[in-house]
């Protein structure tokens, strides 16, 4: 086992992928010589060459619409949208077009579609560049939604959406792409709508999802020091959300805290929440509370961000109330 | 068109079709007028010369993206009226099981891949199933059928310039009927012809009277020698007319009574009948024949749309997503 920094992993379940099954092609705005402007295809066209690592327009609509009509004739497209807040241009055809496809046709398409696009963390890239989006997509029947929280399952999850025949968003995160950690050597592929314990624990139970999952890890270990005991699941998958793995460690700790880097009002933690809520409220001692960013555009000064974008500070305070008799 | 082109096998079988189309368009707008169809429709009465010559242009293995007004262009391409018209009745045995209706009306069988309820966002899954055929080296061509109400969304022109730059095989077909909804070309349009807009992605294009069917077919034989030669887009615009409202239902106030007349003046089936009566090319009884055959077509399909039988409610969660399960 090699240790690999996450956009690495990203390009390697790529590059493998394709390798793999020449249906797979690349679609994006600088994703063919210049390697992506993260770097996550570099290498890719000259291995493939310019048909299937195809640099696109800044069309980014017409290009979600052209991997829909080229996965409906069998093709796998993997479509790199710079960066999450743009997914605002691409909403039609991921949520009237991608997502119905299969349905509207009464099941005569097949989408094996893959959006993959990132957002970060308190990096100060502005209010158009920054957003935690996932919730949007979340709502719509017919789409998969995940957001690896690390170069593990920033591999393992791209290769398991290249695979899947439905359309798939990936939600990285570039704040971690230069995050190494170990990656296995051999292939592997992680389930789409599994989330993962971290971390065991006994006393709070805290679900994260994305870059949420460090910050939760980094809290779990800064507690444990004051004789707190917290279990860490990763969601991994914003939709479906694994109740399953939540409610089993309910029933261990009782008690819930849900971190995500998006806002909370109508966020993936809103749902999660209202779910275990309904099926799983005789499991809890406290109240569920989610940490999230506060109700605002996200500022591009470092202070203003830290104040709108919570870390494991944040989550501390929520496992302390959680706590609290 | 010089008349030795004028092949009377071709034009019969143009005729045919339009007069399917025709009449299964009459029986729906009954049908709907009676409240046995939910929902709303959208007719192409009066535009079927284009879907009849695009349609007679295409082999039965090209793709086909359609539009809201799609029911000519899905039967013209040779689907079966009595699963189109199980769909537009809401039943299971439809193309789409029920769960499309009128307006996504795709039947993939025959080459239908979608009919799109949202004006233009069909546009780029043509250009993207043309891709996939130029990626696969394989030698059909894709084509997607718009509205000029279309020509005006971002993603027609961000279609036209990737399909143009990457010289996919993508016929564009616009259907200017003069209208998008209400709101005539003048005062939707910068630029009324779509031809000229087409310039600016140096698309060949090519501007004909879509009253015709065989001025359609020519055009859009003409185009898809280009086009199947490697040679990228092209671009027909058919000049049309709408004889009925936008949905049907649409009292069509913004429509002078000159202009309903002038419409009704140029209903393709009346022209082309004529035309080849004129011509000699069709007799009085081969006319009442063709129109009987398409009567009788029509009617054995509607009856079955009406007996069919509606989907299962239990069925209703189903194809959400693929499961691998699933055998297709
Ligand atoms: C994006 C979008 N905007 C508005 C509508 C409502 N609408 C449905 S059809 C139509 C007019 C379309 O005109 P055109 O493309 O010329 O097609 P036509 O109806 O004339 O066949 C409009 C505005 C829609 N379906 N999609
Ligand atoms: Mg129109």
Same mark, same amino acid.
């Given at each position: 086992?090699?240790?690999?920094?996450?956009?690495?992993?990203?390009?390697?379940?790529?590059?493998?992928?394709?390798?793999?099954?020449?249906? +797979?092609?690349?679609?994006?705005?600088?994703?063919?010589?210049?390697?992506?402007?993260?770097?996550?295809?570099?290498?890719?066209?000259?291995?493939?060459?310019?048909?299937?690592?195809?640099?696109?327009?800044?069309?980014?609509?017409?290009?979600?619409?052209?991997?829909?009509?080229?996965?409906?004739?069998?093709?796998?497209?993997?479509?790199?949208?710079?960066?999450?807040?743009?997914?605002?241009?691409?909403?039609?055809?991921?949520?009237?077009?991608?997502?119905?496809?299969?349905?509207?046709?009464?099941?005569?398409?097949?989408?094996?579609? =893959?959006?993959?696009?990132?957002?970060?963390?308190?990096?100060?890239?502005?209010?158009?560049?920054?957003?935690?989006?996932?919730?949007?997509?979340?709502?719509?029947?017919?789409?998969?939604?995940?957001?690896?929280?690390?170069?593990?399952?920033?591999?393992?999850?791209?290769?398991?959406? $290249?695979?899947?025949?439905?359309?798939? $968003?990936? =939600?990285?995160?570039? %704040?971690?792409?230069?995050?190494?950690?170990? +990656?296995?050597?051999?292939?592997?592929?992680?389930?789409?709508?599994?989330?993962?314990?971290?971390?065991?624990?006994?006393?709070?139970?805290?679900?994260?999802?994305?870059?949420?999952?460090?910050?939760?890890?980094?809290?779990?270990?800064?507690?444990?020091?004051?004789?707190?005991?917290?279990?860490?699941?990763?969601?991994?998958?914003?939709?479906?959300?694994?109740?399953?793995?939540?409610?089993?460690?309910?029933?261990? %700790?009782?008690?819930? =805290? $849900?971190?995500?880097?998006?806002?909370?009002?109508?966020?993936?933690?809103?749902?999660?929440?209202?779910?275990?809520?309904?099926?799983?409220?005789?499991?809890?001692?406290?109240?569920?509370?989610? +940490?999230?960013?506060?109700?605002?555009?996200?500022?591009?000064?470092?202070?203003?961000?830290?104040?709108?974008?919570?870390?494991?500070?944040?989550?501390?305070?929520? +496992?302390?109330?959680?706590?609290?008799? | 068109?010089?008349?030795?082109?004028?092949?009377?096998?071709?034009?019969?079988?143009?005729?045919?079709?339009?007069?399917? *189309? #025709?009449?299964?368009?009459?029986?729906?707008?009954?049908?709907?007028?009676?409240?046995?169809?939910?929902?709303?429709?959208?007719?192409? *009465?009066?535009?079927?010369?284009?879907?009849?010559?695009?349609?007679?242009?295409?082999?039965?293995?090209?793709?086909?993206?359609?539009?809201?007004?799609?029911?000519?262009? /899905?039967?013209?391409?040779?689907?079966?009226?009595?699963?189109?018209?199980?769909?537009?009745?809401?039943?299971?045995?439809?193309?789409?099981?029920? #769960?499309?209706?009128?307006?996504?009306?795709?039947?993939?069988?025959?080459?239908?891949?979608?009919?799109?309820?949202?004006?233009?966002?069909?546009?780029?899954?043509?250009?993207?199933?043309?891709?996939?055929?130029?990626?696969?080296?394989?030698?059909?061509?894709? /084509?997607?059928?718009?509205?000029?109400?279309?020509?005006?969304?971002?993603?027609?022109?961000?279609?036209?310039?990737?399909?143009?730059?990457?010289?996919?095989?993508?016929?564009?077909?616009?259907?200017?009927?003069?209208?998008?909804?209400?709101?005539?070309?003048?005062?939707?349009?910068? /630029?009324?012809?779509?031809?000229?807009?087409?310039?600016?992605?140096?698309?060949?294009?090519?501007?004909?009277?879509?009253?015709?069917?065989?001025?359609?077919?020519?055009?859009?034989?003409?185009?898809?020698?280009?086009?199947?030669?490697?040679?990228?887009?092209?671009?027909?615009?058919?000049?049309?007319?709408?004889?009925?409202?936008?949905?049907?239902?649409?009292?069509? #106030?913004?429509?002078?009574?000159?202009?309903?007349?002038?419409?009704?003046a140029h209903d393709p089936l009346r022209l082309f009948a004529e035309r080849l009566r004129?011509?000699?090319?069709?007799?009085?009884?081969?006319?009442?024949?063709?129109?009987?055959?398409?009567r009788e077509a029509v009617a054995e399909a509607i009856a079955y749309a009406q007996e069919?039988?509606?989907?299962?409610?239990?069925?209703?969660?189903?194809?959400?997503?693929?499961?691998?399960?699933?055998?297709?």
């Amino acid at each position: 086992m090699a240790e690999k920094r996450y956009v690495r992993a990203v390009n390697e379940a790529l590059c493998e992928e394709m390798e793999r099954d020449p249906a +797979v092609c690349l679609l994006g705005v600088d994703v063919g010589a210049p390697g992506g402007p993260f770097g996550a295809t570099r290498g890719l066209q000259e291995r493939f060459g310019p048909q299937r690592v195809r640099d696109t327009p800044i069309s980014e609509a017409a290009v979600v619409g052209l991997a829909i009509g080229a996965a409906t004739l069998g093709l796998r497209p993997v479509v790199e949208v710079m960066f999450m807040d743009f997914l605002a241009l691409v909403m039609d055809q991921l949520v009237n077009q991608a997502a119905k496809m299969r349905y509207m046709t009464g099941g005569q398409a097949r989408l094996p579609l =893959v959006v993959r696009t990132q957002t970060g963390y308190r990096d100060s890239a502005g209010p158009q560049h920054a957003q935690s989006l996932e919730a949007w997509l979340t709502h719509v029947p017919g789409l998969k939604v995940v957001m690896p929280s690390g170069p593990y399952e920033a591999k393992g999850l791209l290769k398991a959406a $290249i695979r899947d025949d439905n359309p798939v $968003i990936v =939600v990285e995160n570039r %704040t971690l792409y230069g995050l190494a950690e170990e +990656v296995p050597d051999e292939e592997y592929v992680l389930p789409l709508e599994r989330a993962a314990v971290k971390r065991e624990g006994q006393d709070v139970t805290i679900a994260s999802i994305g870059i949420m999952v460090r910050e939760a890890l980094a809290a779990a270990e800064a507690l444990a020091t004051r004789g707190i005991s917290c279990e860490v699941i990763d969601l991994r998958s914003a939709n479906p959300l694994d109740l399953q793995t939540v409610r089993t460690s309910l029933e261990k %700790t009782s008690r819930l =805290v $849900i971190a995500h880097s998006a806002t909370r009002c109508g966020g993936v933690g809103a749902e999660l929440a209202a779910a275990l809520g309904e099926e799983a409220f005789y499991l809890l001692d406290a109240p569920i509370t989610r +940490v999230g960013a506060a109700f605002a555009p996200i500022p591009f000064s470092p202070p203003l961000e830290r104040a709108i974008v919570p870390d494991r500070t944040a989550i501390i305070a929520a +496992v302390e109330r959680v706590l609290t008799p | 068109m010089p008349a030795e082109q004028l092949d009377g096998e071709v034009a019969r079988h143009l005729l045919a079709t339009m007069l399917i *189309i #025709r009449a299964f368009e009459e029986a729906v707008r009954d049908h709907f007028a009676a409240k046995h169809i939910p929902g709303f429709i959208h007719l192409s *009465i009066g535009q079927e010369a284009v879907a009849a010559g695009l349609a007679s242009a295409l082999e039965r293995d090209d793709y086909l993206y359609v539009t809201h007004r799609g029911h000519g262009h /899905v039967i013209a391409k040779g689907a079966d009226l009595k699963r189109v018209a199980a769909e537009i009745f809401g039943k299971a045995a439809g193309y789409c099981r029920g #769960r499309g209706g009128s307006m996504h009306i795709a039947a993939f069988e025959v080459g239908v891949l979608g009919a799109n309820g949202v004006v233009g966002a069909g546009l780029p899954h043509a250009a993207g199933a043309a891709w996939a055929l130029q990626l696969q080296g394989r030698q059909q061509v894709a /084509v997607a059928v718009f509205g000029d109400g279309a020509v005006n969304t971002g993603i027609f022109h961000e279609t036209a310039n990737i399909a143009a730059l990457w010289r996919l095989p993508l016929l564009l077909l616009c259907e200017n009927n003069g209208y998008a909804e209400f709101t005539p070309l003048s005062v939707h349009a910068a /630029v009324e012809s779509v031809t000229e807009r087409a310039a600016a992605y140096r698309l060949p294009a090519w501007r004909v009277d879509g009253q015709d069917p065989l001025a359609v077919r020519a055009a859009v034989c003409e185009a898809l020698k280009r086009v199947r030669a490697g040679e990228g887009p092209a671009l027909v615009e058919c000049l049309t007319w709408r004889l009925r409202g936008h949905y049907e239902g649409d009292p069509q #106030r913004y429509r002078s009574p000159s202009e309903l007349q002038e419409a009704a003046a140029h209903d393709p089936l009346r022209l082309f009948a004529e035309r080849l009566r004129r011509e000699a090319l069709l007799s009085e009884s081969e006319e009442a024949a063709l129109a009987a055959q398409a009567r009788e077509a029509v009617a054995e399909a509607i009856a079955y749309a009406q007996e069919a039988a509606f989907p299962d409610p239990a069925s209703a969660l189903e194809d959400v997503l693929y499961q691998p399960s699933e055998a297709g």
